[in-house]
């Protein structure tokens, strides 16, 4: 029942849609006015909206190519943006149609290549012909956490989800296919998995990573030191901080 009224707002959301400038906030209420919503934002609210929407073609970064793996909605396309980036090259795989269209809505220009587990050196093949000016490739993502996370008391890790070795197995591809290209990998999922958990991790992502040309560390990045928003996360990179 919990689970269910959590999924409710999902059902009327649409991840499609544009950033509204209105701000609602609702709480109960025993004289009314229980809802209130903004009548305009101020100065520095829309300049930070601006800065979310605003697409500039004179944004560095065409020499990489990110290719999000469980990308979502483009969240780390999302991310090069608000870090100023315009990546020369985007690709893309997700199997939620909502999502990975809400993806390519934002970036018109995203290649999208379906499942993960479905993409092949055939594949990637396709993007040779537009990465001819790329000198680097980033290619990672939140990898699915239900079995990692200690809040699942059945979770069996990498015994029933080992789809963690994707990311590297694509990133093989990609270095294959593009020789001379520099391609580096990051991971994301939850830290509420046990420590050993992240220790297992951390070694069955070196152990796949032998074509590689570094080992990945791990980092732990809570939002909380940089927003008013608590989100504690793993993160594995083999690129340099």
């Known amino acids: 029942m919990f689970s269910l009224m959590m999924c409710a707002p999902f059902m009327m959301m649409d991840l499609r849609l544009r950033t509204s400038e209105m701000v609602t906030a609702s709480d109960a209420s025993e004289e009314g006015c229980g809802v209130v919503r903004s009548i305009h934002l101020s100065t520095m609210g829309k ?3 601006g800065d979310m929407l605003h697409f500039s073609l004179e944004m560095p970064g065409e020499n990489i190519l990110i290719f999000e793996i469980f990308a979502g909605i483009g969240g780390l396309r999302q991310a090069m943006h608000l ?3 315009r990546p020369g090259v985007h690709a893309i795989s997700e199997n939620h149609g909502p999502a990975w269209r809400a993806c390519i809505m934002a970036w018109p220009k995203t290649k999208h290549f379906g499942d993960a587990s479905e993409i092949t050196e055939t594949s990637i093949k396709d993007l040779i012909s537009e990465c001819a000016h790329i000198e ?3 290619c990672g993502g939140g990898f699915p956490c239900h079995e990692f996370s200690s809040l699942n008391v059945d979770g069996q890790g ?3 989800d080992d ?3 994707l990311i590297t197995k694509i990133a093989k591809m990609l270095k294959k296919a593009l020789p001379g290209v520099k391609v580096k990998r990051f991971y994301e999922n939850t830290a509420t998995m046990s420590s050993t958990m992240a ?3 951390t070694d069955a992502i070196n152990d796949d990573a032998e074509e590689m040309d570094d080992r990945c560390q791990l980092y732990v990045v809570d939002s909380k030191d940089l927003v008013p928003n608590k989100r504690r996360r793993y993160y594995w990179l ?3 901080l």
């Open 163 to 165: 789809r963690v070795h």
């Open 83 to 85: 870090a100023k980036l």
């Open 199 to 201: 220790t297992l991790i």
């Open 136 to 138: 680097y490739a980033v």
């Open 238 to 240: 083999d690129l340099a």
């Open 47 to 49: 300049q930070c909206l």
């Open 158 to 160: 990498l015994k029933k």
